[in-house]
T-cell receptor, first 112, second 116 residues
């Protein structure tokens, strides 16, 4: 059974600092990994999708890496802003099937 | 990408009643997914809804408690039946994108349910 873990559960940084969010998974037989952002009481916004054959994806200030063999993904957010404050979730899709398994999320606070 | 709307956005309900949540997508999709997010928790898949067939429920979720309808390729409903305070959660519907966005999962804004 796939298990997805995100550490730390919460993170507070001053504005301008780079953010590093970690996601680990136990079963490396994945199809893809997706990073989401969730604002309080809201739905999820897709940030980046990494296919199992890819090593990284970039979008603006966001960069996500994937090391499938070690079961890890990292989301980097450069030059953080107060608007980046949210909960960030990673989710893994298995190689067989389409059920996503979510991590517990990392709650980020960027202080002005 | 896919644009998803949900109704209602939030509701406060009495114990023992039922609530039906609607999910509308701006494009035709094969599968729609219903998730639950309990307070302070991550997302858990309730069921997968295919048009024209019975929904497939995950372990711990049953049709009598969470009946789902999927009348066409752009719409689905989830009913939370005989509610108790433990059903207080955010309920989200989700679809997979198509074309260049295939494999990307998109989520609706969620329905925040409070059961008293």
């Amino acid at each position: 059974k796939q298990e997805v873990t995100q550490i730390p559960a919460a993170l507070s940084v001053p504005e301008g600092e780079n953010l590093v969010l970690n996601c680990s998974f136990t079963d490396s037989a994945i199809y893809n990994l997706q990073w989401f952002r969730q604002d309080p009481g809201k739905g999820l916004t897709s940030l980046l999708l990494i296919q199992s054959s890819q090593r990284e994806q970039t979008s603006g200030r966001l960069n996500a890496s994937l090391d499938k063999s070690s079961g890890r993904s990292t989301l980097y957010i450069a030059a953080s802003q107060p608007g980046d404050s949210a909960t960030y979730l990673c989710a893994v899709r298995p190689a067989a099937g389409n059920k996503l398994t979510f991590g517990g999320g990392t709650r980020v606070l960027v202080k002005p | 990408s896919a644009v998803i709307s949900q109704k209602p956005s939030r509701d406060i309900c009495q114990r023992g009643t039922s609530l039906t949540i609607q999910c509308q997508v701006d494009s035709q999709v094969t599968m729609m997914f219903w998730y639950r997010q309990q307070p302070g928790q991550s997302l858990t898949l309730i069921a997968t809804a295919n048009q024209g067939s019975e929904a497939t429920y995950e372990s711990g979720f049953v049709i009598d408690k969470f009946p789902i309808s999927r009348p066409n390729l752009t719409f689905s409903t989830l009913t939370v039946s005989n509610m108790s305070p433990e059903d207080s959660s955010i309920y989200l519907c989700s679809v997979e994108g198509s074309g260049r966005s295939a494999d990307t999962q998109y989520f609706g804004p969620g329905t925040r349910l409070t059961v008293l």
